[in-house]
C-alpha cells in the first residue's frame, strides 16, 4: 500500500502527460482568405490521423506528410480511421489555384481543382499549425475557408549577379514565397558583376565571367570608393538549375530566368570580346551601377545569344524568358560604324529603334522555341516587340502605355516594389542602395493604375517583388531585406482589396513571425517601432505627436536627449514644442524595451510652421513629408535620401516662395542637397535668392555659385546682414543632363533638397 501511494500520483502524471494537447493556433491567415468562417471545436491531429487523396493529388501527399514528419514529429496512420485529411478534386471549381478548406472535429478537407489549389489550401492549412512542436496530439481550430487570388501573376525576384547565394538558400527561398502563396520566381542571373547560369557551349562564361577580380566597399557614392581585393564569384552549373527547378515546380513554383541584353553584359563580354562594339578586352565589373559596355547587333552576337537561349530553354519548362532590356546606354552604338549602317540599312530611327530592332530580333528566336519573352519597360522605347511583355519598374507610365498598346504588364515599380530600399529611418539601419519604403507602403500598392479602365485592367497580370543584391552578401541580409515586406505584397496579390485592413495585417504578421522564427528566417521587425510627427494644432501651436507602429505598446520618451527607459515619462497625447528639441522614445512592454531608440531634434528656427509654396510637386515617390517638410525644423538623414524629410525633383527647376507673416530679421539661410551621383542625384550648381516686404522686392541676390559639390551632402550656407523680409523666393535650377560616363548619363538629373533653415 505504501509503495501504491507514491507510485499512482505518477501514473497519474504519466498519463495526463501523455493526454495533455497543444491548444489550438488562433486563425490569422496571411494572406487573407476571401471567405473565412471560424466554427466551434477543434480538430485533432495525431499519428492516428489518415491522410488521404485523390490520385492527382499524389504530390501534394508526398509534401504534406512530409512536412507533418519534419518539423511536427508527426506520421499519419495508413489505416482509414474516423480522424481523416482528404485532398479531393472538385471539377465544379473554376480556377486553378482556388481552394477550399473545411475543418470538422473529425475530418478536415481540402477541395481543389487541381494540386495547385490544393497546395494553397495546405499553405492555410499549415498556418493553423505551430511552427515546431513534438506533442503526440495537436489541436486545429475548425473553421471553412474559401479562397481564390485576386492576381495570376505573384512574383519575387532575386538578383544572384551581384552577390551569389547557395543552392541551399535558393530554395529556402522558394520555400518562403510558396508558404506565402507567390507562384513565380524570377531569377536574375546575368549582370555586369558576374555571369551565374552555366552555358555548355560557351565555357570562357564560366571560366571569366563568372568571377570578378574585387568588389566595391561601402556605398557606391562613398567617396573615394574603395575595393575589398577580393576574387569573387561562381556559378549554378545546369545539374543545380535543374534540382532547383524541380524542387520549386513541386511547389508550385514557375521559375523564370532573366539573360540580360543588350545592356548589363559586361561580364559576357569580358569573357568574349567579340560582343562588344570595340573587340578591346574589357574585365567584369567590380562595382555597381550601368555601364557603357553593352552587345553589339552584329550576327556573332545574335548567334551567341541563340546558342545560350538554346541550352536556357532546356533547363526552364515555363512560357516565360525574361531578357532585360533596361538600362542600356547607347554611347557604344553612337560611336560605331557598325551600328551607324545598320540603323540606316535597316531604315531605323535611331540608336533606340536599333535597341528595338535587336529586341524584336531576339524575340522572334526565342518565339520559335516557344517561349515568350518579358522585359523591363524600356523596351517600349523605340517600339514594343509584338508579343512582349513588360515589367513596369520605373513607375506606371510604361504600364499604362504597354495597356493602352494592349500588352500585358507585370507592376514592379521602385515606389512600392524595390525591397533594397530601406525600410525604417532608424539610422542603425543596415546599407542599402537608398530610397525608403516601409512596410505600410508596400501593403497599400494598387497594382492596377488609375488610369486604366475596367477592361484595361485585365492587361495587368499582377505584380512583383524585387531583391536586387548590390549591398546584401549574405542569405540573411536577403532575408532581412525581403520579409516582412513580400509578406505584405503577398497580401496586396491575393487578397481582395476590400479586405485589407493594415492593423489587422499587423495582428497577423506577429503570429506570422513566430513561424519566421522557427524556421530560422532572419526576418527586419519594425512593427513596434516609432515615428513623429512636427505640427500645429488649431490654436497655433507646434506640437509633437509620437507614434508605435503596433499601436499595442507603451511609449515612453525624453526631450533632453538622454535615451528613455523604463521610468521615463509614458507618451499619452502630443505634447507643445516652444524650443529646440531633442526628442527621444522608445516602446516598452512588460518592463522591456522592444523598439529601436528613435531620435530627432527640432530645431525651432524662423520659418518652423510659416506657409510654404513650390512651384512643382515633389516627385511622388519622394514626397513623404511633404512640402512642409522644408520647413518643419527636422533635417534629414545624413546616410540617405529617402526617408520623408528629402524631397525630390526629377528633372525640374524648384521655385520656392516662404512666408514669414510678418517682416523678419535675416540673418542667415541654410540649406542641405543631397548629391549621390550614383543615383542619378545632382547637387544644384547656383541658386537665386530673393526677399520682398509687402509685395515689394526689397533685396534680390543674383545667382550663387555651390561650391564644394563633391561630398554627399552639399550645404549651402548664405549670411546676410539684417535683411528684413516678409517673403523669401528660392530659385534652384536643376543640374541639367548628367554627363557622358556617369550614371544616367544623357537623363535630366534629380534634386534632392532637405530642410531650409532661416535664422
Known amino acids: 500500500m505504501k509503495i501504491l501511494k507514491y507510485v499512482l500520483p505518477l501514473l497519474l502524471t504519466f498519463t495526463q502527460c501523455t493526454k495533455k494537447i497543444v491548444k489550438p493556433v488562433e486563425p490569422a491567415i496571411i494572406p487573407i482568405p476571401e471567405y473565412q468562417e471560424i466554427k466551434n471545436g477543434t480538430f485533432i491531429l495525431s499519428n492516428a490521423t489518415h491522410v488521404s487523396g485523390d490520385s492527382d493529388m499524389s504530390i501534394m501527399l508526398e509534401y504534406f506528410n512530409a512536412y507533418l514528419e519534419t518539423n511536427l514529429l508527426i506520421k499519419p496512420n495508413s489505416n482509414k480511421e474516423k480522424n481523416s485529411i482528404d485532398f479531393l478534386i472538385d471539377k465544379e471549381i473554376k480556377n486553378d489555384e482556388e481552394y477550399y478548406l473545411s475543418i470538422t472535429k473529425n475530418n478536415i478537407q481540402i477541395k481543389s481543382k487541381t494540386a495547385k489549389g490544393a497546395f494553397y489550401g495546405v499553405q492555410s492549412l499549415l498556418q493553423l499549425l505551430p511552427a515546431k512542436s513534438n506533442a503526440k496530439k495537436i489541436s486545429i481550430q475548425c473553421l471553412e475557408i474559401k479562397d481564390k487570388p485576386q492576381f495570376a501573376y505573384r512574383g519575387m525576384h532575386l538578383d544572384v549577379a551581384r552577390h551569389m547565394f547557395p543552392v541551399s538558400f535558393i530554395k529556402k527561398y522558394i520555400d518562403l514565397i510558396s508558404s506565402l502563396k507567390f507562384n513565380t520566381f524570377h531569377w536574375h542571373l546575368t549582370e555586369d558583376q558576374g555571369w551565374r547560369i552555366e552555358i555548355k557551349k560557351y565555357p570562357k562564361l564560366q571560366e571569366i565571367a563568372a ?85 553589339c547587333p552584329t550576327e556573332t552576337t545574335f548567334k551567341f545569344l541563340e546558342d545560350v537561349i538554346d541550352e536556357v530553354v532546356e533547363l526552364f519548362p515555363g512560357k516565360y524568358i525574361h531578357i532585360g532590356g533596361d538600362e542600356a546606354p547607347k554611347i557604344k552604338w553612337k560611336n560605331s560604324k557598325f551600328c551607324q549602317q545598320l540603323i540606316k540599312e535597316k531604315n531605323l530611327k535611331d540608336e533606340h529603334g536599333l535597341q528595338s530592332y535587336f529586341i524584336r530580333r531576339m524575340e522572334k528566336y526565342i518565339n520559335s522555341k516557344g517561349k515568350q519573352i518579358i522585359g523591363w519597360d524600356e523596351i517600349l522605347e523605340g517600339g514594343l516587340a509584338p508579343n512582349a511583355t513588360v515589367m513596369s519598374w520605373r513607375g506606371i507610365e510604361g504600364a499604362v502605355k504597354a495597356v493602352k498598346e494592349h500588352h500585358n504588364v507585370i507592376m514592379t515599380p521602385t515606389s512600392h516594389c524595390y525591397f533594397d530600399y530601406y525600410q525604417s529611418e532608424n539610422e542603425n539601419e543596415p546599407l542599402a542602395i537608398g530610397g525608403f519604403l516601409p512596410l505600410e507602403k508596400v501593403y497599400s500598392f494598387n497594382p492596377i493604375p488609375n488610369e486604366l479602365t475596367k477592361e484595361e485592367s485585365k492587361y495587368v497580370l499582377g505584380a512583383q517583388g524585387n531583391i536586387w543584391t548590390e549591398y546584401m552578401k549574405t542569405p540573411e541580409k536577403v532575408e532581412y531585406m525581403a520579409f516582412p515586406r513580400a509578406i505584405a505584397l503577398a497580401e496586396v496579390l491575393w487578397s481582395k482589396p476590400e479586405h485589407k485592413n493594415f492593423e489587422d495585417f499587423k495582428n497577423r504578421l506577429m503570429v506570422f513571425q513566430k513561424k519566421l522564427k522557427a524556421k530560422e528566417v532572419n526576418f527586419a521587425n519594425h512593427l513596434h517601432e516609432i515615428s513623429g510627427n512636427l505640427s500645429e494644432n488649431k490654436n497655433n501651436e507646434l506640437i509633437y505627436t509620437l507614434t508605435s507602429s503596433s499601436g499595442n505598446s507603451i511609449i515612453r520618451y525624453t526631450l533632453d536627449g538622454t535615451n528613455p527607459n523604463i521610468t521615463s515619462e509614458a507618451y499619452t497625447s502630443p505634447f507643445t514644442i516652444n524650443n529646440s528639441t531633442n526628442i527621444k522614445a522608445a516602446s516598452f512592454n512588460n518592463g522591456e524595451q522592444i523598439s529601436a531608440i528613435y531620435s530627432t531634434k527640432v530645431n525651432l528656427h524662423k520659418a518652423v510652421g510659416k506657409k510654404i509654396n513650390l512651384n512643382v510637386e515633389p516627385h511622388r515617390s519622394y514626397n513623404a513629408g511633404g512640402k512642409q517638410a522644408m520647413i518643419n525644423g527636422v533635417s534629414g538623414s545624413n546616410k540617405r535620401y529617402g526617408d520623408k524629410e528629402w524631397l525630390g525633383f526629377s528633372g525640374e527647376d524648384v521655385n520656392i516662395t516662404i512666408d514669414l507673416d510678418t517682416l523678419t530679421t535675416v540673418n542667415t539661410i541654410k540649406m542641405r542637397f543631397h548629391n549621390g551621383n550614383g543615383q542619378w542625384i545632382y547637387a544644384p550648381k547656383k541658386i537665386k535668392i530673393y526677399f520682398s516686404s509687402d509685395c515689394n522686392v526689397k533685396k534680390k541676390l543674383d545667382f550663387i555659385p555651390i561650391k564644394n559639390r563633391d561630398s554627399l551632402l552639399v550645404n549651402v550656407n548664405i549670411k546676410l546682414k539684417d535683411v528684413k523680409a516678409s517673403k523669401v523666393f528660392i530659385e534652384i535650377p536643376n543640374y541639367g543632363i548628367i554627363p557622358e560616363g556617369k550614371q544616367g548619363a544623357g537623363f535630366k538629373a534629380w534634386t534632392f533638397i532637405d530642410e531650409i533653415i532661416i535664422e
Open 211 to 295: 568571377f570578378r577580380d574585387e568588389t566595391l566597399i561601402g556605398h557606391y557614392n562613398d567617396q573615394p570608393q574603395k575595393y575589398d581585393g577580393k576574387r569573387y564569384g561562381g556559378y549554378y552549373t545546369q545539374e543545380e538549375i535543374k534540382e532547383i527547378v524541380k524542387y520549386a515546380s513541386e511547389r508550385f513554383v514557375n521559375i523564370i530566368p532573366e539573360i540580360e541584353m543588350p545592356g548589363h553584359s559586361q561580364a559576357a563580354i569580358a569573357a568574349y570580346p567579340e560582343l562588344g562594339c570595340t573587340g578591346e578586352k574589357v574585365e567584369v565589373a567590380t562595382k555597381w551601377g550601368v555601364f557603357d559596355e553593352v552587345y
